[in-house]
């Protein structure tokens, strides 16, 4: 019996194979950390918008806001309403008008 095969052809499918499998675990460690990247930055940037991602689901945060702050917005809010309103009969009887109607009624009764 003559062998026709040599020992180094029997180990060509094995360093294929062997190759292979290396190039695939490589493949798949450059997509794990690119997705592990991508979900790292996606929770940094939801967390600065105060959303939160837990296991029991998403939780959306208030900012804090001091008592101060809160007052402060909401008084320059109803200022500046007040400011760009449209009656001006309404704003004359409360603002500009309160001393002249007193006037013109000490005036009538004189």
Same mark, same amino acid.
């Given at each position: 019996?003559?062998?026709?095969?040599?020992?180094?052809?029997?180990? =060509?499918? =094995?360093?294929?194979?062997?190759?292979?499998?290396? &190039?695939?675990?490589? &493949?798949?460690?450059?997509?794990?950390?690119?997705?592990? @990247? &991508?979900?790292?930055? $996606?929770?940094?940037?939801?967390?600065?918008?105060?959303?939160?991602? $837990?296991? @029991?689901?998403?939780?959306?945060?208030?900012?804090?806001?001091? @008592?101060?702050?809160?007052? @402060?917005? $909401?008084?320059?809010? =109803?200022?500046?309403?007040?400011?760009?309103?449209?009656?001006?009969?309404?704003?004359?009887? =409360?603002?500009?008008?309160?001393?002249?109607?007193?006037?013109?009624?000490?005036?009538?009764?004189?």
């Amino acid at each position: 019996m003559v062998k026709s095969h040599s020992k180094g052809s029997n180990l =060509l499918p =094995l360093i294929l194979l062997l190759i292979f499998v290396a &190039v695939l675990a490589v &493949v798949g460690y450059i997509v794990y950390s690119i997705v592990q @990247d &991508v979900g790292k930055n $996606t929770r940094a940037k939801m967390e600065r918008k105060n959303i939160a991602i $837990t296991k @029991d689901g998403v939780k959306v945060q208030v900012r804090e806001i001091r @008592d101060e702050q809160y007052k @402060d917005k $909401t008084q320059s809010v =109803l200022v500046n309403m007040w400011n760009h309103t449209k009656f001006p009969a309404y704003k004359s009887r =409360l603002w500009s008008n309160a001393g002249q109607e007193s006037e013109s009624a000490a005036k009538r009764r004189s």
